[in-house]
Structure formats: structure tokens, C-alpha cells
């Protein structure tokens, strides 16, 4: 079946210019969560969604970011005014409560976001 | 300090080697431990998932998992070309969220 889904896939922003960033999730799955992966480093958390309640925002960097999730499927991650440090590939996953391990979270192939 | 951390790479072996991969973390909470691979311009994929100490095998994998040295390890046996990728250490507590090593770049070399 279809997996975790991202667009666009590359994203190329002047500083200070507003970006949207879209991820579909695999059908039926509760759990959303976005990740940001700079070069050579690891993913680290940004937020993370149960349908449309966003549980946790704890690793937003800053107030420029924002994460939406209206009807509990597709979401968008928002980045006003972008800056250079923004630049990173942006990584959204999807989780089921009744996968194969409950922690198992299911990744799309990321949006990497150049902020010249 | 990092909560995670993760044996600095990249690491070459040649094809048929056993590889050996080294994270260490210091936040009690976490109970589950997993490892990612990550192919170039890919999303993470999982590759082992356990909880607690113990070890886990998979094929050619093998996952360990000592939580009072808070210390994981995957182990590669007969390692192939195909393997080449970046490999993630992760763990989680019950929040929910990932926290992720550094990754380490694997090259086998035929």
C-alpha cells in the first residue's frame, strides 16, 4: 500500500519568504509527527499530532513555525520569515496505535528545504 | 550532552564482515530502543525494535540492548553492499517522540 507522502520534495526559499510543507499520512494512521534532519545529523522532533489535537510542540525552534492538522489526515508545516538556519530536510511520519510495535513510525522520503 | 550518542562514522568494511554499532544515552525513561536505516535522499526505515534489555535477532541482525550501562548495539553479520546506508539509533519513553543518534555512514565494499 501507499506509504508516508511529502511535497514537495525540494523546496528552494529566499530569506524571509514563507513556506508550506504538506504530508499525507498512511491511511487510518492516528499518529503524526514531524521531524527536521540537518546535514549529517540525526532527525530531531519537532511536533507531534493525535488526529488533529497537536499533544506536543516541544521542539518548535521558534515561533516562526507552526504545524496544522485540521481534519486528522493530511498535514502542513508552516515556516514564516525562513532564514538560512532553516535550511534541513524536513521529515514527517505516521504511527498507528495497532502497529506491529506501537512505537513503530512509519517515514516519508522528507522535504529538503534550502533557505538561500 | 546529546541524550543520545553515537560512534562517530563513517566506518568502511569490506563484504562479508561483521559489523559492529554503538550507541550509548543517558535519560532513564527511554524503554524502547530501535535502529533506523536511512538510504541517500530516503526516509528512515526500521530495522529492529525491542524493548528493554536483551538481545533480538533478525536475519543477519542483531540488536542488544544493556539498560544499566545505557548502552545499544546492532550487530551486522555477513554484511553486503546492499547495506550500505546511514544507520540511526533511536529511542523513546512514553511520550511518544524519537530521539534519534547522530547516524553513522556504513560502506561495504565488494
Known amino acids: ?51 488533529e489535537a497537536q499533544l506536543d510542540k516541544s521542539g518548535l525552534p521558534s515561533d516562526r513555525f507552526f504545524a496544522e492538522r ?15 538556519e532553516d535550511s534541513a530536510v524536513y ?22 528545504l534550502t533557505v538561500l | 550532552q546529546k541524550e543520545v550518542e553515537q560512534d562517530p562514522g563513517p566506518l568502511s568494511v569490506p563484504e562479508g564482515a561483521i559489523v559492529s554499532l554503538n550507541c550509548t544515552y543517558s535519560n532513564s525513561a527511554f524503554q524502547y530502543f530501535m535502529w533506523y536505516r536511512q538510504y541517500s535522499r530516503k526516509g528512515p526505515e526500521l530495522l529492529m525494535y525491542t524493548y528493554s534489555s536483551g538481545n533480538k535477532e533478525d536475519g543477519r541482525f542483531t540488536a542488544q540492548v544493556d539498560k544499566s550501562s545505557k548502552y545499544i548495539s546492532l ?4 554484511s553486503q553492499p546492499s547495506d550500505s546506508a546511514t544507520y540511526l539509533c533511536a529511542m523513546t519513553g512514553a511520550n511518544s517522540k524519537l530521539t534519534f543518534g547522530k547516524g553513522i555512514t556504513l560502506s561495504v565494499r565488494p
Open chain 1, 1 to 51: 500500500g501507499a506509504g508516508v507522502s511529502q511535497s514537495p520534495r525540494y523546496k528552494v526559499a529566499k530569506r524571509g519568504q514563507d513556506v508550506a510543507l504538506r504530508c499525507d499520512p498512511i491511511s487510518g494512521h492516528v499518529s503524526l509527527f514531524w521531524y527536521q534532519q540537518a546535514l549529517g545529523q540525526g532527525p530531531e522532533f519537532l511536533t507531534y499530532f493525535q488526529n
Open chain 2, 75 to 78: 550487530f551486522i553479520r555477513d
Open chain 1, 70 to 84: 485540521p481534519e486528522g489526515s493530511v498535514s502542513t508545516l508552516k515556516i514564516q520569515r525562513t532564514q538560512q
Open chain 1, 91 to 112: 521529515l514527517c511520519a505516521s504511527r498507528s496505535l495497532s502497529g506491529r510495535g506501537v512505537h513503530e513510525q512509519f517515514f516519508g522520503p522528507g522535504t529538503r
